[in-house]
């Protein structure tokens, strides 16, 4: 099992340290919500999180409903209708205690993707923010 927590610690949970599936997304819909040109994601039978805190959950488009603490908006979980009948939650792989504990496998919703997105990888790089 592995930890994961929203920014201020309010919300709190465990989870498999295996995926079913983990994908990074550039849905539209994901970038909008978390402000970021993509959001990696991993999905876990929904009985398997166990979780200290109450986040929020809204309707984030038709289909899907995340869900985020309330105190420092952090964004935590997925789901929709599809996936509640197949019993899972997506898990933003980010707010893992250790993100690099579950990388992901494929990349999703490649449409959606920001134009710079596919060059990025050539953009002059920092370990910390330059002086």
Not at 6 to 25: H, K, N
Not at 44 to 66: F, Q
Not at 86 to 98: H, K, N, S, T
């Amino acid at each position: 099992m592995i930890q994961g927590r929203c920014r201020c610690g309010g919300i709190q949970f465990e989870m498999p340290d295996q995926a079913v599936l983990s994908t990074v997304c550039y849905c539209n819909d994901c970038r909008r919500q978390s402000g970021a040109p993509m959001l990696a994601w991993a999905m876990v039978p929904a009985v398997s999180v166990t979780m200290r805190g109450e986040p929020k959950v809204y309707a984030s488009s038709e289909r899907g409903r995340r869900s985020f603490c309330c105190a420092c908006g952090t964004g935590l979980f997925f789901t929709n209708a599809l996936l509640e009948q197949m019993g899972m939650v997506q898990v933003r792989i980010a707010v893992l205690d250790d993100p690099d504990a579950i990388a992901p496998k494929m990349q999703v919703q490649t449409a959606d993707r920001i134009g710079w997105m596919r060059s990025a990888h050539t953009l002059p790089a920092f370990e910390r923010f330059p002086t």
